[in-house]
Each structure stands twice: as structure tokens, then as C-alpha cells.
Antibody
């Protein structure tokens, strides 16, 4: 069964740091680009980052560039998002999603992990 | 960045109704357009990719069309589980922008 499970969310103060993890199962993790997408409370979806199969290529939304770092460990079938200098506006549910080549659509999503940035 | 817009932002409908949602891109994205359904409190789920390809396992009442900058999602006969929010997303380039969503609720 194709599955992505996020973890690592929690409550953090503004300016703090947090690292999210996403563990994959049911498919060959190293064959796929991976994404992080977030959703602020009551708001729409916001793509924030992706990483290539080997990890050599990474891209970020402007809103997180310089503060967030995406990485992966194919041996551990895991994706990570290191978040630094967190702001109140980073409060959201964070989803990891698998990206299928050719049409670049996100076909498998995790259930999400909640990050709350508040003093 | 490519901006995505959706119309309407919300609509009210009944079970059995046909529904159409429109998505527009600020520049051509060829056919790199996907549609997602998000039920309350749940993760998004892929319905349509490549503008018109139905995701394996997705109900056949969903269909997509369009190219360039204008796209549509049609639900031929609304079912109870379809009362949700729908997002389009372009995957032509990064950042991979989503539309603001269309909420479909009960009339």
C-alpha cells in the first residue's frame, strides 16, 4: 500500500526551528521527486519545496527561501524539511507528496503534520 | 510566477447535479494541469492530471479539459462525497502554484 507518513510537527516560538520528516512505504522512494505542500488554517494549498530523486536538485517557494531546507535519505526512504527562523505565518498543516514524472502531478499525499508558531 | 485563478470560489449544488469549475493560468502551461479534491480535515487527493487524464481509481464522473491558459473540471453527477473543496495546480514550472480553491457545498 502506497503510504507517506509525516511527523515532527508541534508548537514552536517565533524565531525557532523544527524539522519535519516524511517516511515512505509501498513504493521505490528513490524513483520519485518529492514535495512539501502546506495549508494555513482555513486557507488554500501552498507548494513550498521539491527535491529530485537523488537530492541534487531542490527548489523553494519565495516565502521560505533561505529559511527552509529540503533533504532526503533514500536508504531510509525518508524526506525531511528543516525549518528555521519560523514565523507566525508558517503556522500550517504540512503535507509531503510524491510527484510523478511526465505530468509532474502529486499522486500520493501524507495525512499531514501540524506546525504552530506562537509565542 | 504563474498565477492560478478559479471560478467560482464557491457553489451550492444538490446530489445528482452536474458541476463545472474553471481554472485559468496567467500564462500558457500547455496541459500541465492537475485537479485535486480535498474533503474537510483530510489531505488533498489527485483526481485529474495532464488536464484530462483520470487518475486510476478516481470515479468516472470526473472529467477535465482545456489547454494553454483555460481549463475546466466537470463532475457529471454530484455524489455526497463530492461536497468538498477543489484545487487546480499547474506543474509546468516552479513554483508549482495552486488555484485558490472552489468549495462545493449543499444547496
Amino acid at each position: 500500500q502506497l503510504q507517506l507518513v509525516e511527523s515532527g510537527g508541534g508548537l514552536v516560538k517565533p524565531g525557532g526551528s523544527l524539522t519535519l520528516s516524511c517516511e515512505a512505504s509501498g513504493f521505490t522512494f528513490s524513483d520519485f521527486f518529492m514535495n512539501w505542500v502546506r495549508q494555513a488554517p482555513g486557507k488554500g494549498l501552498e507548494w513550498i519545496s521539491y527535491i529530485s530523486r537523488s537530492g541534487s536538485m531542490k527548489e523553494y517557494a519565495e516565502s521560505v527561501t533561505g529559511r527552509f531546507t529540503i533533504s532526503r535519505d533514500n536508504a531510509k526512504r525518508s524526506l525531511y524539511l528543516e525549518m528555521n527562523s519560523l514565523r507566525v505565518e508558517d503556522t500550517a498543516v504540512y503535507y509531503c507528496a510524491r510527484e510523478v514524472a511526465n505530468h509532474n502531478n502529486m499522486d500520493v499525499w501524507g495525512k499531514g503534520t501540524t506546525v504552530t508558531v506562537s509565542s | 510566477d504563474i498565477q492560478m485563478t478559479q471560478s467560482p470560489s464557491s457553489l451550492s449544488a444538490s446530489v445528482g447535479d452536474a458541476v463545472t469549475i474553471t481554472c485559468r493560468a496567467s500564462q500558457s502551461i500547455s496541459t500541465f494541469l492537475s485537479w485535486y479534491r480535498q474533503k474537510p480535515g483530510k489531505a488533498p487527493e489527485l483526481l485529474i492530471y495532464g488536464t484530462s487524464s483520470l487518475r486510476r481509481g478516481a470515479p468516472s464522473r470526473f472529467s477535465g479539459s482545456g489547454s494553454g491558459t483555460e481549463f475546466t473540471l466537470t463532475i457529471s453527477s454530484l455524489q455526497p462525497e463530492d461536497f468538498a473543496t477543489y484545487y487546480c495546480q499547474q506543474s509546468y514550472t516552479t513554483p508549482r502554484t495552486f488555484g485558490p480553491g472552489t468549495k462545493v457545498d449543499f444547496k
